[in-house]
């Protein structure tokens, strides 16, 4: 009896530590099935213009421990020209009086456009901020007359679709003014076709997926370049976003599956009688607040 007595605080011992024990592989392996069933956070990710074509990145396929960046990337001194006020408020003008002048023109002349101006452009959109640097555009310039007139093909049978069944009464009724409808000729007629594909997810060397953080923001910010850039060249555009080409173009111009479309802009000279709609834009109050 003295021997039992003085036994049971080590077998208390022993069945505590094994309820422990038990206790966390139990918990381990609840923590294991919820991550497992958590779906991964990407605030990065853009969750409009969602068109069937994005491609999720799957936890798996995630490298997380290396994303093909260099970490020793190296710091260099940055030297800005400064302006006098002066200088400043005349160049801000100019340049607002120049980008004022943008318009949407969809009467656009075969006449030719220097293959040059066309790289420069793209070469000024590619300078625009990216998520990490990671810098997720791919510019398809189409020149080639066949792939031009496919590609109106592919447009004008979706945009037909839109206009009388997906886009509603509405959107319909507001396009009106704009005298807009699925006859797209300028895909043909413009000298430059230029389809702004978005990189969903890039590739690493050993195969995996590499993140591109806030891809659709990242592209849209060069998209913004890419006009202003045309403008400043004397071009002119209208910003096309094909809804439900994206697949069939993406095929035909035969980009890999981590590309989505994102922007079609048809860039040449507008014809002699080219007409776009009396528009006005917001005064500056209506579109800016001041804290």
């Known amino acids: 009896m003295a021997l039992f007595s003085s036994l049971t605080p080590v077998f208390i011992a022993i069945i505590c530590v094994l309820i422990g024990v038990i206790l966390k592989k139990t918990n381990g392996e609840k923590e294991k099935r919820e991550t497992k069933s958590k779906p991964l956070s990407r605030p990065w990710v853009d969750e409009d213009l969602k068109d069937g074509t994005d491609h999720h990145l799957e936890e798996e396929e995630v490298d997380e421990e290396w994303q093909g960046l260099d970490e020793n990337v190296s710091h260099v001194?940055?030297?800005?020209?400064?302006?006098?006020?002066?200088?400043?408020?005349?160049?801000?003008?100019m340049f607002y009086e120049l980008l004022n002048k943008r318009r949407s023109v969809r009467f656009l002349s075969d006449e030719p456009v220097p293959r040059e101006v066309i790289n420069n452009v793209i070469r000024t959109a590619g300078t625009s901020p990216s998520g990490a640097h990671t810098e997720p555009w791919t510019f398809v310039v189409v020149q080639d007359p066949y792939l031009k007139h496919?590609?109106?093909?592919?447009?004008?049978?979706?945009?037909?679709?839109?206009y009388k069944k997906r886009m509603g009464d509405r959107w319909v009724n507001d396009l009106k003014r704009l005298r807009t409808n699925w006859i797209k000729e300028y895909l043909d007629t413009a000298p430059y076709l230029i389809l702004i594909f978005k990189q969903v997810y890039g590739r690493l060397p050993n195969g995996k997926k590499k993140t591109h953080y806030y891809n659709e923001i990242s592209v849209s910010i060069a998209c913004g370049i890419l006009l202003a850039a045309l403008q400043n060249a004397g071009l002119y555009t209208v910003t096309s976003t094909p809804l439900n080409c994206g697949p069939q173009l993406r095929a035909l111009l035969q980009r890999p599956a981590n590309e989505k479309l994102l922007l079609?802009?048809?860039?040449?000279?507008?014809?002699?009688?080219?007409t776009v709609p009396a528009l006005t834009r917001k005064p500056l109050e209506d579109i800016m607040v001041v804290m």
């Open 77 to 93: 001194p940055f030297f800005a020209e400064r302006y006098s006020e002066a200088e400043m408020i005349k160049r801000s003008q």
């Open 150 to 162: 496919k590609i109106r093909e592919i447009v004008e049978e979706e945009e037909e679709i839109n």
């Open 264 to 274: 079609l802009l048809p860039v040449g000279y507008p014809k002699k009688d080219a």
